[in-house]
């Protein structure tokens, strides 16, 4: 066992004191690190840039590329356990580190959800539903893709891509080259439009000894592809399938193992929710929940890693809704502090148009009279 490590009923335990290894150092690991201050434990950023979000709030951080041996050797015994922000890790990368330290979450859940194809027939194999798809290689595939879905679709790269990026919609048959120049020809996946009435994400945190929570299900509204605002208690269409969202969420999570925060993005349909995507890490759809519930997402993903028994999800307001700052909107600071009921995170991000510069929180209260009349009953 390596420092810090200790054994438990069933579950490796790593002690508050010790230092925990996170790949990226952008604002998810900045939250992460501030979360695993407040349990006592050290971060140890690793990422190939110099600086990031996180770079104010860890104890470490190294600067390495994800295909320096040598780096990644030093940084998995420089901790007890190694997390990640983002999914788009070389696997090369967690190979060397996971015959050194262990991964959580492991390393099948960043398989799958780093490239479309998989993660989409894994939620078919659990009794998902997923917009109409087929795997695209070649134009003749893409050719007889759109000939069978139809339009309007779209089409996405097999992997990387987010907030809108990698993506682009094909209104009309004629456009289905372009668009696949536009991607620069990857290797892709075509999907046929989804009809929905609202957005809505499944945030599951999952421990290893495979007890796991949920917390209330966000209603999200994006804007030109990025998450605008995340709003709990969704709207009634959205409450209605949730439960059956959260139950796949479940499942998803058994299958892969999954040790950690993992988010799954529905639509809200009429004839129940499809699923989007699915993200093995802590998610933008559930910033509200650093005061929105008892035990944040961030709080809890280090819990779980770490090997320590999960908070409560419990919300702490009837009502909490997160917007999210982009570009320009950070430079509002000064009016959102002036109001008592607003919580600011700023990221420590140099402002740029599309760039996600911070959000900010607010927790309503019941009407005037409501909580008396729930109390009486």
Known sequence: MGPGLRRGTSVMILSPGSTIGILGGGQLGRMLAIAAAQLGYRSHIYAPEASGPATEVSAEWTQAAYDDADALERFAKSVGVVTYEFENVPPAALDRLEALVPIRPGKRSLEVSRFRPAEKQLIRHLGGHTAPFRVIETAEDLRAAVEEIGVPSILKTSSLGYDGKGQVRIHDVAEFEAAW?????????????????????????????????????????????????????????????????????????????????????????????????????????????????????????????????????????????????????????????????????????????????????????????????????
């Open 181 to 377: 120049d536009i991607l620069g020809r990857a290797p892709s996946v075509l999907e046929g439009f989804v009809a929905f009435e609202a957005e809505f994400s499944v945030l599951l945190c999952r421990a290893e000894t495979g007890e796991s929570v949920v917390w209330d299900t966000p209603d999200n509204v994006h804007t030109d592809g990025i998450l605008d605002t995340s709003t709990v208690p969704a709207r009634p269409l959205v409450l209605t399938q949730a439960g059956e969202a959260v139950a796949l969420a479940r499942r998803v999570a058994d299958n892969l193992g999954h040790v950690g925060l993992l988010t799954l993005e529905f639509f809200a349909t009429p004839h129940g929710p499809v699923f989007n995507e699915m993200a093995p890490r802590v998610h933008n759809s559930g910033h509200w929940t650093i005061e929105g519930a008892v035990t944040s997402q961030f709080e809890n993903h280090i819990r779980a890693v770490c090997g320590l028994p999960l908070g409560s999800t419990a919300l702490t307001g009837p009502r909490v809704e997160m917007k999210n700052l982009i570009g320009e909107d950070a430079g509002n600071w000064a009016d959102i502090v002036s109001d008592p009921a607003a919580k600011l995170h700023l990221y420590g991000k140099h402002i740029r148009p599309g760039r996600k510069m911070g959000h900010v929180t607010r927790i309503f209260p019941l009407p005037a009279g409501e909580g008396d009349s729930s109390r009486q009953a």
